[in-house]
Antibody, heavy 116, light 112 residues
Framework: QVQLVQSGAEVKKPGASVKVSCTAS????????IHWVRQAPGQGPEWMGF????????VSAQELQGRVTMTTDTSTNTVFMGLTSLRSEDTAMYYC?????????WGQGTLVTVSS | NFKLTQPHSVSESPGKTVTLSCTRS????????VQWYQQRPGTSPTTVIY?????PSGVPDRFSGSIDISSNSASLTISGLKTEDEADYYC???????????FGGGTKLTVL
């Protein structure tokens, strides 16, 4: 069965960086792009960007350009999302999602808390 | 760039029918497919409608989707409401200007 398993919760100080992983299994990794979506407490989802399965192509939300980096490790079917210069507004649940004809499978989410 | 606007909250009784709207601010709603996601507290979103009106396997046919060009909006209709339908619902569409994805702000559906 298709699974996306994300890394555990993180607590970071303002100005620091975070890297969240998303490991895929149960399907052909090279066939589907992976998107990242975050959701601040009590808010709706915010699309962050996506990466092609080969890792060769990324698109990120304009508001995050310059701070977000997405990479893949095809040897382990893992996608990484890095976010730099963290601020309190980056506190959120971060999800990875596979894109077929829609976001058909999601990771369980990784809570990133930014606090001094 | 465009925005998708959804009513903040809707309430309806079990057994009734409810329609949730998602209005696109600029550009035609027909330009890109609309998807609808259901999210219960503490869980990841799940798809209930994709490509405007397609249901993933496992989603009951009580859920249906449509678009209306005249109002530039998409709708999610849930008939025969059940208490288990109580959740947040988000619409999503593709922004061809930047290859991005745009979420609506979400509607909290209360079934009581």
């Amino acid at each position: 069965q298709v699974q996306l398993v994300q890394s555990g919760a993180e607590v970071k100080k303002p100005g620091a960086s975070v890297k969240v992983s998303c490991t895929a299994s149960g399907y052909t990794f090279s066939n589907y792009p992976i998107h990242w979506v975050r959701q601040a407490p009590g808010q709706g989802p915010e699309w962050m960007g996506f990466i092609s399965p080969s890792g060769g192509y990324t698109v990120s939300a304009q508001e995050l350009q310059g701070r977000v980096t997405m990479t893949t490790d095809t040897s382990t079917n893992t996608v990484f999302m890095g976010l730099t210069s963290l601020r309190s507004e980056d506190t959120a649940m971060y999800y990875c999602a596979r894109e077929g004809r829609n976001f058909d499978f999601w990771g369980q989410g990784t809570l990133v808390t930014v606090s001094s | 760039n465009f925005k998708l606007t959804q009513p903040h909250s809707v309430s309806e009784s079990p057994g009734k029918t409810v329609t949730l709207s998602c209005t696109r601010s600029s550009g035609s709603i027909a330009t890109s497919y609309v998807q609808w996601y259901q999210q219960r507290p503490g869980t990841s979103p799940t798809t209930v409608i994709y490509e405007n009106n397609q249901r993933p396997s496992g989603v009951p046919d009580r859920f249906s989707g449509s678009i209306d060009i005249s109002s530039n909006s998409a709708s999610l209709t849930i008939s025969g409401l059940k208490t288990e339908d109580e959740a947040d619902y988000y619409c999503l569409s593709y922004d061809s200007s930047n290859q991005g994805r745009v979420f609506g702000g979400g509607t909290k559906l209360t079934v009581l």
